[in-house]
């Protein structure tokens, strides 16, 4: 008789053991390189907000508040240089010791950190069936080793906060038609103005009560300023705010927009201001374009990414710790390159994995923390030079072509194939 058929043996990847080791040894690996990553960083001492309670000090004096001035090695003068609101936001803070001051920024920019990464990462995680801790522990520790989060943490910055009120709006509050949705957006803008960029995406996008709560929101916080501090608020509105010598050199390196990337070429003189308004405007209108398409498909990351990037580019002075767009854009980048799972996409899988790897590298290793730029004017010599100084501008005209628009009805058949496996294995 003929020998029965002997059944191959069960294949099965079901390795529970190996994947805790592999995965503690990524999240070991990861908090042993922050402290490497920081190291550089820790010569700023919180440079910022030490202006920021100095200035309080100033002017709760008596003193005008746009008046503080004080020397900077690189800059030569930094002046205070936020709207009113920022101010009346920052002044208890000045009652306090400056270390319980940097104790409670650092705390809140970590938890902010936190709270948004796991917005960000969650519907990543439902779609794909990702392990959630390591995911959400990993994506946290990476977005720590950005540059712009430890510029942020190590200057003593506020943009976390403006972060946590854009996405709270944007992602929540106007896809789900709150009543409250712009308040966030509004009061962001009014207390610096680069978040106004996101009435625009507001208005490009026909959400027209979220623009008007969140215009509605930024000037009765304006007003509210001015109440309580006329003087300094005249003096903000009418002279203070187009004066971005106040903020610093615009071709010093860490200027990562587009003024600053004219600005390299013509140091020490500027750029001539219509060229730059002539290039803003192309990139503007572009990117809201494709912002607003995104917003159409029902990708509220994808448009509010897009517009941060134009916001960043836009700006006559954007500090690499303004550009937290980059984090979401790599969330975006990784979400899609897992949803090219089928055999005639692995090309587009794999260009949208290397641009996402390639990214994460750029803005870990970053343009100032490892580079001695000087204080000397900057300027571009050769195409070496122009790579290297601008490698944020660069990156961020890249993302606005590149990043991928996903459509609401693929994302949800991607979440409901991902819980018919999650129930066939249990």
Known sequence: MPAEPVAPPAVTDDDPGGRLVRRLVAVV?????LPALYL???????FDLKIYMSAMDWWRVGHPLYDYVQPDRVQGELYFTYPPFSALLLWPFGLLKLGATVTIFTVLTVLAVVLTTRWL???VIARHGLPRTFTVTAAVLLVLAVESTRET????QINM?????????LLFAVPQARRWAGVGVGLATALKLFP????????????????????ATAAAATLLAAAIAPSDSWRFWTQELWDTERVGRTDYVGNQSLFGLLSRFTAPEKPDRLLWLLVV??????????????ARAGDALTGLTLTGLVGSLASPITWTHHIYWFVPAVVLLADAALSADRPDEARRRWWLSAVAVGTTAVIVYGVVTFQKWGVAPVRTHDPMDFVLQNSYVLLSLLLLAALPVRSVQAMGTRREKSRQMDKSVH
């Open 40 to 46: 550089p960083g820790l010569v700023h001492n919180f």
């Open 29 to 33: 690996a990861l908090l042993a390189v």
């Open 121 to 123: 990462v969650m519907p």
């Open 196 to 215: 106004g960029i996101f009435i625009v995406y507001l208005l490009a996008t026909r959400r027209w009560r979220a623009a008007a709560v969140a215009s």
């Open 161 to 169: 906060l403006l972060v946590v009120l854009i996405l709270a709006d």
């Open 153 to 156: 943490i190590t200057f003593g």
């Open 281 to 294: 405007a192309v990139v503007a209108v572009y990117g809201l374009w494709r912002a607003t398409r995104a």
